[in-house]
Protein backbone atom coordinates (compact mmCIF):
# COMPACT_ATOMS: atom_id res chain seq x y z
CA UNK A 1 0.00 0.00 0.00
CA UNK A 2 1.15 3.54 -0.02
CA UNK A 3 3.12 5.46 2.64
CA UNK A 4 2.33 8.46 4.55
CA UNK A 5 4.74 9.35 6.92
CA UNK A 6 4.68 11.99 9.91
CA UNK A 7 6.98 14.25 11.84
CA UNK A 8 7.87 14.30 14.71
CA UNK A 9 5.84 11.29 16.24
CA UNK A 10 5.86 13.02 19.06
CA UNK A 11 5.86 16.52 20.67
CA UNK A 12 5.82 18.03 24.47
CA UNK A 13 5.64 21.57 24.51
CA UNK A 14 4.77 24.70 26.99
CA UNK A 15 1.29 25.98 26.60
CA UNK A 16 1.33 28.91 24.45
CA UNK A 17 4.15 28.14 21.98
CA UNK A 18 3.05 26.86 18.55
CA UNK A 19 3.47 23.61 16.78
CA UNK A 20 4.54 22.38 13.51
CA UNK A 21 3.68 18.51 12.44
CA UNK A 22 4.43 17.80 8.91
CA UNK A 23 2.46 15.29 6.76
CA UNK A 24 4.31 13.77 3.63
CA UNK A 25 2.91 11.17 0.87
CA UNK A 26 6.25 9.16 -0.07
CA UNK A 27 5.50 7.42 -3.23
CA UNK A 28 2.79 9.34 -4.53
CA UNK A 29 1.34 12.67 -4.76
CA UNK A 30 -1.77 13.79 -2.72
CA UNK A 31 -3.99 16.52 -4.28
CA UNK A 32 -5.64 16.39 -0.28
CA UNK A 33 -4.90 15.57 2.47
CA UNK A 34 -6.86 15.26 5.39
CA UNK A 35 -6.28 15.91 9.39
CA UNK A 36 -7.92 14.22 12.03
CA UNK A 37 -7.62 13.98 16.01
CA UNK A 38 -8.52 11.30 18.34
CA UNK A 39 -8.81 11.68 22.07
CA UNK A 40 -7.99 8.67 24.21
CA UNK A 41 -11.10 5.53 23.68
CA UNK A 42 -12.64 7.84 21.32
CA UNK A 43 -13.05 7.55 17.30
CA UNK A 44 -11.27 9.92 15.07
CA UNK A 45 -12.76 13.07 14.38
CA UNK A 46 -12.14 14.91 11.19
CA UNK A 47 -10.47 18.46 11.59
CA UNK A 48 -9.92 19.89 8.30
CA UNK A 49 -9.41 18.43 4.49
CA UNK A 50 -5.95 20.17 2.88
CA UNK A 51 -6.07 21.33 -0.79
CA UNK A 52 -2.24 21.46 -2.42
CA UNK A 53 -2.46 24.93 -3.54
CA UNK A 54 -5.80 26.14 -2.01
CA UNK A 55 -7.37 26.50 1.30
CA UNK A 56 -7.97 23.98 3.70
CA UNK A 57 -11.69 23.14 4.48
CA UNK A 58 -12.00 23.00 8.20
CA UNK A 59 -15.04 21.00 9.66
CA UNK A 60 -17.20 22.90 12.36
CA UNK A 61 -16.29 23.63 15.04
CA UNK A 62 -12.69 23.46 14.38
CA UNK A 63 -10.89 26.88 14.89
CA UNK A 64 -9.02 28.09 11.63
CA UNK A 65 -6.96 30.45 13.12
CA UNK A 66 -5.81 28.31 15.78
CA UNK A 67 -4.77 24.83 13.33
CA UNK A 68 -3.25 26.64 10.46
CA UNK A 69 -2.73 23.94 7.74
CA UNK A 70 -0.76 24.67 4.90
CA UNK A 71 -0.49 22.27 1.98
CA UNK A 72 2.28 23.67 -0.72
CA UNK A 73 3.07 20.78 -2.17
CA UNK A 74 1.36 17.14 -4.16
CA UNK A 75 3.45 15.25 -0.96
CA UNK A 76 3.26 17.87 2.02
CA UNK A 77 0.69 19.23 3.79
CA UNK A 78 1.61 20.88 7.33
CA UNK A 79 -0.74 21.53 10.16
CA UNK A 80 0.33 24.45 12.93
CA UNK A 81 -1.32 24.01 16.22
CA UNK A 82 -0.74 28.34 17.89
CA UNK A 83 -1.01 29.20 21.19
CA UNK A 84 -1.12 25.52 22.60
CA UNK A 85 -3.20 24.38 25.43
CA UNK A 86 -3.12 21.68 27.84
CA UNK A 87 -7.59 20.68 25.81
CA UNK A 88 -5.14 20.66 22.42
CA UNK A 89 -3.29 17.27 24.24
CA UNK A 90 -4.30 14.85 21.26
CA UNK A 91 -3.27 12.33 18.74
CA UNK A 92 -3.02 13.68 15.65
CA UNK A 93 -3.42 11.51 12.44
CA UNK A 94 -2.63 13.21 8.68
CA UNK A 95 -4.09 10.91 5.99
CA UNK A 96 -3.94 10.89 1.96
CA UNK A 97 -5.65 9.28 -0.79
CA UNK A 98 -4.49 7.38 -3.37
CA UNK A 99 -6.76 6.77 -6.11
CA UNK A 100 -10.40 5.29 -4.01
CA UNK A 101 -7.93 4.25 -1.32
CA UNK A 102 -7.15 6.34 2.06
CA UNK A 103 -4.07 5.70 3.79
CA UNK A 104 -2.73 6.88 7.54
CA UNK A 105 0.03 8.36 8.66
CA UNK A 106 1.84 6.47 11.78
CA UNK A 107 0.24 9.76 14.10
CA UNK A 108 2.02 12.57 16.03
CA UNK A 109 1.38 12.51 19.93
CA UNK A 110 1.20 16.48 21.58
CA UNK A 111 1.26 17.19 24.92
CA UNK A 112 1.52 20.79 26.07
CA UNK A 113 2.45 20.83 29.77
CA UNK B 1 -28.85 9.25 11.05
CA UNK B 2 -24.91 8.79 11.01
CA UNK B 3 -23.06 8.00 7.57
CA UNK B 4 -21.80 4.95 9.27
CA UNK B 5 -22.90 2.51 11.91
CA UNK B 6 -21.05 -0.01 13.89
CA UNK B 7 -21.36 -2.06 16.98
CA UNK B 8 -18.72 -0.15 18.94
CA UNK B 9 -18.81 -4.06 21.05
CA UNK B 10 -16.83 -5.18 22.71
CA UNK B 11 -17.30 -8.16 20.79
CA UNK B 12 -15.02 -11.09 22.63
CA UNK B 13 -14.13 -15.02 20.53
CA UNK B 14 -11.53 -17.23 21.70
CA UNK B 15 -8.38 -17.73 19.72
CA UNK B 16 -9.37 -19.52 16.56
CA UNK B 17 -12.59 -18.81 16.19
CA UNK B 18 -14.16 -16.45 13.84
CA UNK B 19 -14.92 -12.95 14.72
CA UNK B 20 -17.36 -11.50 12.64
CA UNK B 21 -18.10 -7.53 12.35
CA UNK B 22 -20.56 -5.77 10.81
CA UNK B 23 -20.91 -2.27 9.58
CA UNK B 24 -24.24 -0.63 7.82
CA UNK B 25 -23.94 2.83 5.85
CA UNK B 26 -26.76 5.24 4.57
CA UNK B 27 -25.73 7.07 1.07
CA UNK B 28 -26.90 4.08 -1.56
CA UNK B 29 -24.65 5.42 -4.38
CA UNK B 30 -21.31 4.99 -2.29
CA UNK B 31 -19.14 2.96 -4.08
CA UNK B 32 -16.21 1.56 -2.62
CA UNK B 33 -15.63 0.64 1.19
CA UNK B 34 -13.02 0.03 3.58
CA UNK B 35 -11.69 -1.59 7.00
CA UNK B 36 -9.09 -0.37 8.85
CA UNK B 37 -7.34 -2.13 12.27
CA UNK B 38 -6.34 0.06 14.86
CA UNK B 39 -4.04 -1.00 17.45
CA UNK B 40 -4.39 0.88 20.79
CA UNK B 41 -2.03 4.02 20.40
CA UNK B 42 -1.61 3.88 16.45
CA UNK B 43 -3.06 5.34 13.21
CA UNK B 44 -5.17 3.22 11.41
CA UNK B 45 -4.05 0.83 9.26
CA UNK B 46 -5.98 -0.31 5.70
CA UNK B 47 -6.58 -3.98 6.00
CA UNK B 48 -9.35 -4.56 3.16
CA UNK B 49 -11.08 -2.65 0.75
CA UNK B 50 -14.20 -3.93 -1.53
CA UNK B 51 -16.22 -2.13 -4.34
CA UNK B 52 -18.07 -4.96 -5.95
CA UNK B 53 -21.53 -7.09 -3.95
CA UNK B 54 -20.01 -10.35 -2.96
CA UNK B 55 -17.29 -11.62 -1.29
CA UNK B 56 -13.48 -10.82 -1.26
CA UNK B 57 -10.83 -12.57 0.46
CA UNK B 58 -7.25 -11.92 1.54
CA UNK B 59 -6.00 -14.66 3.99
CA UNK B 60 -7.86 -15.19 7.29
CA UNK B 61 -9.65 -11.94 6.57
CA UNK B 62 -12.81 -12.17 4.16
CA UNK B 63 -14.74 -8.43 3.60
CA UNK B 64 -18.89 -9.43 2.73
CA UNK B 65 -20.79 -6.25 1.01
CA UNK B 66 -24.10 -6.45 0.33
CA UNK B 67 -25.47 -2.86 -1.13
CA UNK B 68 -28.95 -3.84 -1.58
CA UNK B 69 -29.11 -3.92 2.06
CA UNK B 70 -26.56 -1.46 2.73
CA UNK B 71 -24.39 -3.39 4.69
CA UNK B 72 -20.70 -4.54 4.76
CA UNK B 73 -18.96 -7.02 7.01
CA UNK B 74 -15.31 -8.67 7.72
CA UNK B 75 -14.52 -12.04 8.59
CA UNK B 76 -11.59 -13.25 10.38
CA UNK B 77 -11.17 -16.75 10.36
CA UNK B 78 -8.93 -18.70 13.31
CA UNK B 79 -8.86 -15.72 15.14
CA UNK B 80 -5.30 -14.84 16.85
CA UNK B 81 -4.42 -13.08 19.99
CA UNK B 82 -2.71 -10.25 17.54
CA UNK B 83 -6.41 -9.61 15.91
CA UNK B 84 -7.04 -7.54 19.14
CA UNK B 85 -7.94 -3.87 17.71
CA UNK B 86 -10.26 -1.60 16.85
CA UNK B 87 -11.81 -2.49 13.58
CA UNK B 88 -13.06 1.14 12.01
CA UNK B 89 -15.35 0.69 9.00
CA UNK B 90 -15.01 2.94 6.09
CA UNK B 91 -17.45 4.20 3.10
CA UNK B 92 -16.37 6.61 0.38
CA UNK B 93 -19.34 8.44 -0.88
CA UNK B 94 -17.78 11.69 -2.20
CA UNK B 95 -15.95 12.26 0.87
CA UNK B 96 -14.58 8.96 3.19
CA UNK B 97 -16.87 8.36 6.53
CA UNK B 98 -15.60 6.58 9.16
CA UNK B 99 -17.72 4.30 11.63
CA UNK B 100 -16.75 4.84 15.14
CA UNK B 101 -15.19 1.33 15.43
CA UNK B 102 -15.73 -2.35 16.97
CA UNK B 103 -13.51 -3.33 19.71
CA UNK B 104 -12.75 -7.17 18.91
CA UNK B 105 -10.41 -8.54 22.01
CA UNK B 106 -9.04 -12.39 20.97
CA UNK B 107 -9.07 -14.70 24.38
CA UNK B 108 -6.56 -16.80 23.92
Known amino acids: GAVVSQHPSWVICKSGTSVKIECRSL??????MFWYRQFPKQSLMLMATSNEGSKATYEQGVEKDKFLINHASLTLSTLTVTSAHPEDSSFYIC?????????FGPGTRLTVT | QKEVEQNSGPLSVPEGAIASLNCTYSDRGSQSFFWYRQYSGKSPELIMFIYSNGDKEDGRFTAQLNKASQYVSLLIRDSQPSDSATYLCAVNSAQFYFGTGTSLTVIP
Open chain 1, 95 to 103: SANTGPEQY
Open chain 1, 27 to 32: DFQATT
